[in-house]
């Protein structure tokens, strides 16, 4: 049976008389990739925001992993992992340092991180960089440490904000079948991305536009919807509608 | 003479080799792509041609004038749009585009017909302070900033990382444009479906080029047949199809998988073996590469 883990009744959020995302209303299932597109100021790193518990909706409800986000902040907090390219690890730690940074802030017990931490780097093939700077890992690496890192903890849902940006092609499938895997686990997966052939590896995509959800299927049924041959092009058609950009 | 003429360019920091051994040549009126992800060098390439950087080794010139020996006149004679936004935040719209101008010893009005069609757009923001443009219209601003005194040559390195699909592709038709101006334009990208907007790319990888040719040429050499295999269980799929010995690559390419395949291959076989594993909703078809399999291939056999 289907299982929601993310849902959303009318969800405002409101700046003074500026509604930044504007009652909108999904559900993600659990073990879905679930891409969350949008133009620059549609109003996605708002909505994010209110479904990591990090700021409180002006109205409307949502729930994520079963806990609500208007009241229950911190127990969402613990069911989620964040990984963005912006920020992801601390530089001037090691690897190892850095899931146990991450372990700890999430509670989990010492013995535990132990042994996931081996598991881990060895299932990345990074059992060697143990003990390197993160500063001193290439990029791609850096940003398949980041995801693992993300869901060390087991969190239901994951939040990926722009995860793969300027990562070389091979690199960013060995990022992408992490994704798989993880959401073959079980773990939902909420992506947000500008790069639409990106998009095409969700089982469906929410696009924004100024502040409401224009489109939500598949990218399939999207494609179809549209009459485009590939995501850019539905995206262009929608967002090209939009009245406001973050200006 | 060619816009951009380039030998042998190294640059090493320490113990990483940033340009190893870089020689191309940029015709003039031409828009040419440097292709390829974050630490290739691409930002040092463009930081040497554009007289900031010293190269190791090696010689190149711009606009016929030599980088080291002719570094004053060439930065009056280019314009150069780094990777990061590198604006006056302070300054309002109008005040940036009139400083660059003035410090350039033209005017706005001198050229501004070459910034005309780009500048209307962020105009009716014109006493809005840089800083508090949105990405899409900092971008604008930066690149009007860069052709306000009619440069030869423009660098423009990663001008589209970070920016929406919209104005992603605002932008590339802006570039378009200027080339009918007669500007010549080396641009950088991390985004391998930029390529096909250029004239002639390179494509780089750890400090060397791969290969460097007219988009459709790189695709038309690609070596191998392509097949594109869909089933409902993408990641299930993945395994599978790696694990089949007629298999020779396998990647995803968002909704399918893009496979190369040994010279055994047969369709029927592969259909029969998806099909005995379970899958459902499969379909095989030969498809044409696009520049990211191209690239992946070629910084393959780099590797070997």
Redesign the interface.
């Known amino acids: 049976m289907n299982e929601t883990v993310i849902h959303t009744e009318k969800l405002t959020k409101k700046f003074g008389n500026f509604t930044a995302v504007d009652n909108i209303s999904f559900s993600v299932e659990k073990g879905e990739i679930f891409g969350f597109l949008g133009a620059n100021g549609a109003g996605k790193t708002t909505a994010m925001r209110m479904l990591c518990g990090l700021s409180y909706p002006s109205s409307g409800k949502g729930f994520v992993a079963g806990y609500d986000i208007s009241k229950q902040q911190e127990a969402v907090k613990k069911s989620i992992g964040y990984m963005s390219q912006k920020f992801s690890l601390y530089e001037d730690l090691k690897v190892w340092e850095n899931i146990r940074l991450f372990g700890g802030i999430y509670g989990m017990k010492e013995k535990t991180i132990e042994t996931k931490t081996a598991q881990t780097l060895e299932e990345l093939g990074f059992a060697k960089e143990r003990n390197t700077l993160v500063k001193e890992l290439p990029l791609g690496w850096k940003q398949k440490l980041a995801f693992s890192v993300s869901i060390f903890h087991e969190p239901k849902i994951v939040f990926l904000d722009e995860p793969t940006g300027g990562v070389d092609p091979a690199t960013r499938r060995q990022f992408w079948e992490l994704i798989y895997q993880a959401a073959n686990r079980g773990i939902t997966v909420f992506v947000t991305t500008h790069y639409m052939d990106e998009a095409e590896y969700c089982n469906r995509i929410s696009i924004m536009v100024d502040g409401k959800i224009e489109a939500l299927d598949t990218p399939k049924n999207l494609r179809h919807r549209f009459n485009a041959k590939n995501m850019d092009e539905v995206f262009q058609q929608l967002a090209r509608k939009a009245k406001r950009s973050d200006n | 003479m060619k816009a951009v003429s380039v030998q042998n360019i190294k640059k090493s920091y320490k113990s990483v080799q940033a340009l190893n051994d870089i020689s191309f040549d940029v015709e003039q009126g031409e828009i040419y792509g440097i292709i390829?992800?974050?630490?290739?060098g691409k930002t040092s390439l463009f930081r040497i041609l554009t007289t900031l950087l010293l190269a190791d080794s090696g010689n190149a010139t711009v606009d016929g004038l030599d980088i080291v020996k002719d570094y004053k006149e060439i930065r009056n004679r280019i314009g150069y749009m780094p990777g990061r936004f590198s604006l006056y935040q302070d300054l309002s719209v109008e005040e940036n585009l009139e400083f660059f101008a003035t410090v350039f010893n033209t005017t706005i009005q001198e050229n501004y017909h070459l910034i005309k069609d780009i500048y209307q757009q962020i105009e009716p923001?014109k006493d809005?302070k840089a800083g508090k443009?949105?990405?899409?219209?900092k971008q604008k601003l930066a690149l009007c900033c860069a052709l306000i005194h009619k440069p030869a040559v423009l660098f423009l390195d990663e001008p589209t990382?970070?920016?929406?699909?919209?104005?992603?592709?605002e932008f590339w038709d802006m570039l378009k444009k200027l080339k009918e101006q007669n500007i010549t334009i080396l641009v950088s990208t991390?985004?391998?479906?930029e390529a096909k907007l250029c004239d002639r790319i390179a494509l780089i990888?750890n400090g060397s080029f791969l290969d460097v040719e007219t988009p459709q040429n790189i695709i038309k050499r690609y070596p191998e047949i392509l097949w594109s295999v869909q089933s409902d269980d993408?990641?299930k799929l993945?395994k599978d199809l790696r694990n089949h010995s007629m298999i020779k690559t396998c990647?995803?390419?968002?909704?399918v998988h893009h496979i190369t395949v040994n010279k055994d291959f047969s369709i029927n076989e592969l259909n029969k073996y998806l099909a005995n594993s379970g899958h459902t909703g499969i379909d095989i078809h030969e498809i044409k590469p696009s520049i990211?399999d191209c690239?992946?291939l070629l910084?393959?056999n780099e590797k070997q």
């Open positions: 390829g992800p974050d630490g290739a923001f809005r443009l949105s990405g899409g219209m990382t970070g920016v929406d699909p919209v104005s992603r592709k991390p985004y391998m479906d990888q993408m990641y993945l990647f995803a390419f968002g909704e990211e690239y992946m910084a393959q």
